[in-house]
């Protein structure tokens, strides 16, 4: 079975400045894909961002990018010049061969002014 | 696009009572999903549908729980005789199934979710 573990329940950082979040992962599958989701406060989770396990080349998508690190199992989230508009809970998922998506247990990040 | 609709937003119930929630998907998305989400942890797969028909359900759909999606559009998910456990936040889902590669890499689209209270 797979597992998506995320060891950081929260974190805050300044408006403009640059945030990680991280993410372990287990699984036996070869190929699958690999999910940011931001659930922002009283609103639909949206995806922010996915990597497919077969390409080597990191994802990007504006300010956001990730780290992903196959042999480690680590899939780690980067939000460079941070926003107001980033506060929100931030959730690691893991899609493979079944059609599910197992997703850790979220990280709460706060951006202060 | 309208997105992914849900109602009711928020139910409160008596344990004991049965609850039904709607979900709306996107228009000509095939596939439908329901998660649950409790307080500090992230969604749980429930089931999934593609048009009209159940193809999986978790193990944590107890028998109280069924899902229907009758004509391949809207879904519905009842919990019979709620229980204090099942407060939860209930989420829909769907995507249009394309059969390429890992479905898993068909993005998904989340509704804000159904917030279900049993006292």
């Known amino acids: 079975a797979q597992t998506v573990t995320q060891s950081q329940p929260e974190m805050s950082v300044q408006e403009a400045e640059t945030v990680t979040l991280s993410c372990t992962y287990d699984?036996?599958?070869?190929?699958?894909?690999l999910f940011w989701y931001k659930q922002p406060p009283s609103r639909q989770m949206i995806l922010v961002i996915r990597q497919e396990a077969y390409k080597q080349q990191n994802a990007t998508e504006n300010r956001f990018s990730v780290n992903f690190q196959k042999a480690a199992k680590s899939f780690s989230l980067k939000i460079s010049d941070s926003q107001l508009g980033d506060t929100a809970m931030y959730f690691c998922?893991?899609?493979?061969?079944?059609?599910?998506?197992?997703f850790g247990k979220g990280m709460k990040l706060t951006v202060n002014p | 696009d309208t997105g992914v609709s849900q109602n009711p937003r928020h139910k409160i119930t008596k344990r004991g009572q049965n609850v039904t929630f709607r979900c709306d998907p996107i228009s000509e998305h095939n596939r439908l999903y329901w998660y649950r989400q409790t307080l500090g942890q992230g969604p749980e797969f429930l089931t999934y549908?593609?048009?009209?028909?159940?193809?999986?359900k978790s193990r944590l759909l107890s028998d109280r729980f069924s899902a229907e999606r009758p004509k391949g559009s809207f879904s519905t998910l009842e919990i019979q005789r709620t229980e204090q456990g099942d407060s939860a936040m209930y989420l829909c889902?769907?995507?249009?199934?394309?059969?390429?590669?890992?479905?898993?890499?068909?993005?998904?689209?989340f509704g804000e979710g159904s917030w279900l209270t049993v006292v």
């Open positions: 889902a769907s995507s249009r199934y394309i059969r390429t590669g890992l479905s898993s890499g068909n993005t998904i689209y």
């Open positions: 549908f593609q048009n009209e028909a159940q193809l999986e």
């Open positions: 699984t036996s599958e070869n190929n699958y894909y």
């Open positions: 998922a893991f899609g493979g061969g079944s059609e599910k998506l197992v």
